[in-house]
């Protein structure tokens, strides 16, 4: 009898540390590192040209810059989707060197806020029986985080790989070489001899 007891909460702990393992490991377990490039594309042009275009791209879209220069490029862009909800993305664009093209990752992150409402009170002091709160009709409403991830659609991704081909400077094809003469004739030679 005393076996059993003592087994139970060492079975029931195991179980439970177990549950939390699993819990930890799905994410892990969802973050491949697999050869996909949806978060990066080789593209022509220098970083500097990359990450330009990369800010007009954002730009025509209506997100707001908060840094650009020629290595990488930040915006942003809110949506209120209902009117207690608030949602925002925020996008992070990298360009680097790739031999004489430049390399341009990207990475998108979706935060949503609730409103909440917070009643207020005020206290007011009454001379013999100290100060006493009163409920007050207004409310407090702030902006609250309620979730944050990163946007793992491909075709998102995909169309803005594709907008900002529009804003990478067009490369001049090379003129081609102009034909060699063909070597000359001797224009006595009559053939007869």
């Given at each position: 009898m005393r076996t059993a007891v003592f087994l139970t909460p060492v079975v029931l702990m195991a179980g439970l540390s177990g549950c939390g393992g699993r819990a930890a490991d799905s994410t892990l377990l969802r973050e491949s590192f697999d050869s996909g490039d949806m978060y990066s594309?080789?593209?022509?042009?220098?970083?500097?040209?990359?990450?330009?275009?990369?800010r007009r791209t954002l730009l025509s879209q209506?997100?707001?810059?908060?840094?650009?220069?020629?290595?990488?490029?930040?915006?942003?862009?809110?949506?209120?989707?209902?009117?207690?909800?608030?949602?925002q993305l925020v996008l992070?664009?990298?360009?680097?060197?790739?031999?004489?093209?430049?390399?341009?990752?990207?990475s998108a992150v979706q935060d949503?806020?609730?409103?909440?409402?917070?009643?207020?009170?005020?206290?007011?002091?009454?001379?013999?029986?100290?100060?006493?709160s009163l409920p007050f009709g207004s409310n407090d409403?702030?902006?609250?985080?309620?979730a944050s991830s990163t946007v793992q659609d491909g075709e998102f991704y995909g169309r803005f790989f594709q907008r900002l081909q529009q804003y990478l400077p067009v490369v001049a094809?090379?003129?081609?070489?102009?034909?060699?003469?063909?070597?000359?004739?001797?224009?006595t030679d009559d053939g007869l001899r």
């Open positions: 594309r080789t593209v022509d042009g220098s970083p500097a040209e990359a990450c330009e275009a990369a209506g997100y707001a810059i908060a840094r650009a220069d020629g290595t990488g490029v930040e915006g942003s862009k809110n949506f209120q989707p209902r009117d207690d909800d608030h949602e992070r664009i990298s360009c680097a060197p790739r031999g004489q093209q430049a390399l341009v990752f990207i949503r806020y609730a409103l909440k409402k917070s009643p207020t009170s005020a206290s007011v002091g009454v001379g013999a029986l100290g100060s006493v409403d702030s902006l609250v985080k309620v094809a090379p003129a081609p070489a102009p034909a060699a003469d063909p070597p000359p004739t001797d224009s």
